[in-house]
Nanobody
Framework: QVQLVESGGGLVQAGGSLRLSCAASGRTFSSYAMGWFRQAPGKEREFVAA????????YYADSVKGRFTISRDNAKNTVYLQMNRLEPVDTAVYYCAARLTTNYRAYYTGIGEYNYWGQGTQVTVSS
């Protein structure tokens, strides 16, 4: 089992940057594929980015491609989401998620594909 704690959210002006962190407990962090999702007020939770075990394979939602970067440091049990050129539409609660997998190349984009979730961190982008 793994517990996830997000940090790094806050208020930023449009065009600015933030880096979210997700710290995971447990000794087998490297066996988990990781993902970031977000949920804006009144909207459903949506996929943002995903990474395989090693982080070599990544995938992004079209809306963030070229602006956001997911990375992970398995030695620190942490996954990151670097967010650049933020826009007001990026305002949401951001959640990290983990899925235990034996496929080191796999990443996952579906909410139902993840076993564990953090509590979320608020990101607000002002215009």
């Amino acid at each position: 089992q793994v517990q996830l704690v997000e940090s790094g959210g806050g208020l930023v002006q449009a065009g600015g940057s933030l880096r979210l962190s997700c710290a995971a407990s447990g000794r087998t962090f490297s066996s988990y594929a990781m993902g970031w999702f977000r949920q804006a007020p009144g909207k459903e939770r949506e996929f943002v980015a995903a990474a395989s075990w090693s982080g070599e394979r990544t995938y992004y939602a079209d809306s963030v491609k070229g602006r956001f970067t997911i990375s992970r440091d398995n030695a620190k049990n942490t996954v990151y989401l670097q967010m650049n050129r933020l826009e007001p539409v990026d305002t949401a609660v951001y959640y990290c998620a983990a899925r235990l997998t034996t496929n080191y190349r796999a990443y996952y984009t579906g909410i139902g594909e993840y076993n564990y979730w953090g509590q979320g961190t608020q990101v607000t982008v002002s215009s």
